[in-house]
Nanobody
């Protein structure tokens, strides 16, 4: 059974930092893209960042250099380091992974390009 479990969320002040982790189990995701999405109350789930199996990365425009995605394939884990946090970054952050049986693509940013999702970790930035 595939599981993605996020951790590292919490309450932080404006300008602070958090490091999110997503541990995968049930199968290896070392050969597929993984991504982070977020969803604020009343809004659609939106793309934040993606990383390919080889380490290439993609970010949403609103990141503006503040976040860094990385992965440790040996640990089947992906990370999102978030710095200079803003109140508008407040959301539930989800980790996602693509099924290796699907056609290989580079750095997907659409929700439908991912097959496995975690339950989310809450990030709240207070002003």
């Amino acid at each position: 059974q595939v599981q993605l479990v996020e951790s590292g969320g919490g309450l932080v002040q404006v300008g602070g930092s958090l490091r999110l982790s997503c541990a995968a189990s049930g199968r290896s995701f070392s050969s597929v893209p993984m991504g982070w999405f977020r969803q604020a109350p009343g809004k659609e789930r939106e793309f934040v960042s993606a990383i390919s199996w080889s380490g290439n990365t993609l970010y949403a425009d609103f990141v503006e250099g503040r976040f860094t995605i990385s992965r440790d394939n040996a640990k089947n884990t992906v990370y999102l380091q978030m710095n200079s946090l803003r109140p508008e970054d407040t959301a539930l952050y989800y980790c996602a992974a693509r099924d290796a049986r699907r056609t290989r693509i580079g750095l997907p940013r659409a929700r439908w390009d991912y097959d496995y999702w975690g339950q989310g970790t809450q990030v709240t930035v207070s002003s």
